[in-house]
Nanobody, 127 residues
Framework: QVQLVESGGGLVQAGGSLRLSCAAS????????MGWFRQVPGKEREFVGA??????????YYGDSVKGRFTISRDNAKNTVYLQMNSLKPEDTAIYYC??????????????????WGQGTPVTVSS
């Protein structure tokens, strides 16, 4: 069982920045792929980005809507993954979820491949 706890959401003006954090339990965190997704009421959960396990040298992959503005990083010593969000836009407003794919060294961007989810943290970007 892996527990994920997000933090760092809030209200920010358009053009501003926020950093989300996700603390994970589990002894083999470095082997997980960690993803971020977001959801607006009435819409499907959208892939934001994911960072690969240690064998991927922490390389990350991003959804088209956030590419160039968001950065994912991880600190395996702290069992934590981060989502740095810059140049925020009103359309980035959503509940942001951290997720873990615990199949060792397996990278995926597909929502259904993620085994554990955090409770979500809200991000609101005002215009």
């Amino acid at each position: 069982q892996v527990q994920l706890v997000e933090s760092g959401g809030g209200l920010v003006q358009a053009g501003g920045s926020l950093r989300l954090s996700c603390a994970a339990s589990g002894r083999t965190f470095s082997t997980y792929t960690m993803g971020w997704f977001r959801q607006v009421p009435g819409k499907e959960r959208e892939f934001v980005g994911a960072v690969g396990p240690i064998t991927w040298r922490n390389n990350a992959y991003y959804g088209d809507s956030v590419k160039g503005r968001f950065t994912i990083s991880r600190d395996n010593a702290k069992n934590t993954v981060y989502l740095q969000m810059n140049s925020l836009k009103p359309e980035d407003t959503a509940i942001y979820y951290c997720a873990a794919n615990v199949r060792p060294y397996y990278f995926s961007t597909l929502r259904d491949d993620y085994d554990y989810w955090g409770q979500g943290t809200p991000v609101t970007v005002s215009s």
